[in-house]
């Protein structure tokens, strides 16, 4: 099994950073795992916002991040970051860390693509 746990979210100004982490644990787990962010706002679906692969490192983004938001991986520590700068209110929203096992040569970016999922922790974005 897989333990996804997320940390980082709060309360920020807009314009302001937040950097989510998301530590992986348990038996069954590989840095060859490929990692995404996804996000949840209030009565929307939940939604890629951010993936990276596991055995070379690619990311990909979603529109509405590119060039604002960064996701880095370290194997050693098996964590998964999530660097948020210029946010605004239409950020706000549950951030969720998932895990894919691997097999796909290109960053997963669907739901139904990935395997394990965390809690989620809140970002929200004031002014």
Request: hydrophobic share 35%; proline share 4%; with cysteine.
């Amino acid at each position: 099994q897989v333990q996804l746990v997320e940390s980082g979210g709060g309360v920020v100004q807009a314009g302001g950073s937040l950097r989510l982490s998301c530590a992986a644990s348990g038996p069954t787990f590989s840095n060859y795992f490929d990692m995404g962010w996804f996000r949840q706002a209030p009565g929307r679906n939940r939604v890629f916002v951010a993936g990276i692969k596991g055995n070379h490192g690619n990311t990909s983004y979603a529109d509405f991040v590119e060039g604002r938001f960064t996701i880095s991986r370290v194997n050693a520590k098996q964590t998964v970051d999530l660097q948020m700068d210029d946010l605004t209110p239409e950020d706000k929203a549950v951030y969720y860390c998932a895990a894919e096992v691997g097999g796909y040569p290109f960053v997963p970016r669907r739901e139904d693509d990935y395997d394990y999922w965390g809690q989620g922790t809140q970002v929200t974005v004031s002014g």
